[in-house]
């Protein structure tokens, strides 16, 4: 049986319609949309301007634009970033570098697949003006017998506090209180629950803003940070598991080129563009002016503008874990850079 002219017709339009629905425009030009991978969860281990990519990713629709559509969450803090991961409630994290061989250690196989910054940012130590201005706190060594906050038991802000008391001679002093996220860990300083506390850049502008704090460990000069690590070391990574990579390469590909594309947008602008881009969405608990000083500094000293975390940087920051601090140094050999970091998505989204 023929089909009759008007129902040709409509299957035509239908079918143009259909071929259409791939095709938008760009600047005036006929773009094809990108193929669909689906969607992935997306954890971020606390608020903060350190993970500023990840913000302008998410905010200029670049992980949309390769085909994946991303669904972000403040996780909170490293550990429970790594418990997400490792349950599959995320495909991908991002908190301190750390937690990839922390997680192949303990069974769950993870991989490092874009790096953020060069310097763990979290690694300055905080004190009340008051203090210092007396003599009471003016360096590491004047925290033996107080209590320093960190966020929890094995955190990146935890292992730092440790190796920088070890560092001072007086670990065995000291008392390291595990006491949640960032922003509580501001609150307990300020308010006298401890005499010290580790912290982001943004925290230190924070409390110097408002007049009430003042750094005594500052990791974000050149001088302190190689006096302590001795060159680059990887503080905030994007991770997820090996078995992700195995069977979704594509996936992690799109994810680490959307990563890619909002740190060159990063390099590429003043820090108060980044701050107009990001800071009513994601960053807005902190003022607006210590984000925008603290993106100023991390632009200049912290940010990894290739990415690209090196074998060199990876073993300093095992290094640090090393020693018993988390693990031992028999541990830590079976967690080699060949294992725990994959940088050809990188490599791949800059065409190197």
């Known amino acids: 049986m023929s089909a009759s002219p008007d129902f040709t017709t409509r299957r035509r339009v239908l079918a143009a319609a259909g071929a259409l629905a791939g095709i938008g425009l760009v600047n005036g030009r006929v773009a094809f949309a990108q193929p669909k991978l689906g969607r992935v969860a997306y954890g971020q281990g606390s608020i903060d301007p ?3 990519a990840g913000y302008v990713a998410l905010k200029k629709g670049y992980f949309g ?6 669904e972000y969450l403040n996780s909170q ?15 991908f994290g991002a908190t301190a570098a750390t937690a990839a061989p922390a997680l192949t250690l303990a069974g769950k196989p993870a991989t490092l697949v874009f790096g953020f910054d060069r310097k763990l940012t979290y690694a300055n130590i905080i004190v009340r003006r008051e203090d210092f201005e007396s003599g009471k706190i003016k360096s590491l060594k004047d925290l033996a017998g107080k209590r320093v906050g960190a966020t929890q038991p ?5 292992l ?9 001679g007086v670990a065995d002093k000291v008392d390291i209180r595990p006491l949640g996220d960032l922003a509580t860990m501001l609150g307990a300083l300020k308010t006298g629950s401890v005499s ?14 408002e007049g009430w704090g003042v750094p005594i460990f500052d990791a974000t000069t050149e001088s302190s940070w190689n006096e302590f690590m001795g060159g680059d070391v990887p503080g905030i990574a994007a991770l997820t598991l090996q078995d992700t990579i195995q069977k979704r390469p594509e996936v992690v590909q799109a994810f680490v080129t959307g990563l890619v594309r909002a740190q060159d947008f990063i390099s590429a602008n003043s820090a108060a563009a980044v701050t107009d881009a990001i800071y009513d969405d994601y960053l807005n608990a902190f003022p607006r002016e210590a ?15 290739d990415n690209i975390i090196t074998q060199d940087a990876y073993d300093r920051m095992t290094a640090v874990m090393g020693d018993g601090r988390q693990f031992s140094n028999e541990e830590i050999k079976t967690v080699p850079y ?12 800059r065409g190197l």
């Open 291 to 305: 984000i925008e000083k603290t993106l100023g500094v991390y632009k200049e000293t912290v940010f990894l503008k």
């Open 65 to 70: 634009e390769g085909g994946l559509e991303v």
């Open 338 to 349: 060949d294992r725990c970091v994959n940088m050809s998505f990188v490599r791949r989204a």
């Open 50 to 52: 350190f993970f500023a």
């Open 196 to 209: 010290a506390s580790m912290a982001t850049m943004s925290m230190m502008e924070q409390a110097r803003q």
């Open 160 to 168: 730092m506090a440790l190796y920088l008391m070890q560092k001072a």
């Open 77 to 91: 803090s490293g550990p429970r970033t790594n418990q997400l991961l490792a349950a599959g409630q995320i495909v």
């Open 154 to 158: 094995q955190s990146s802000t935890w």
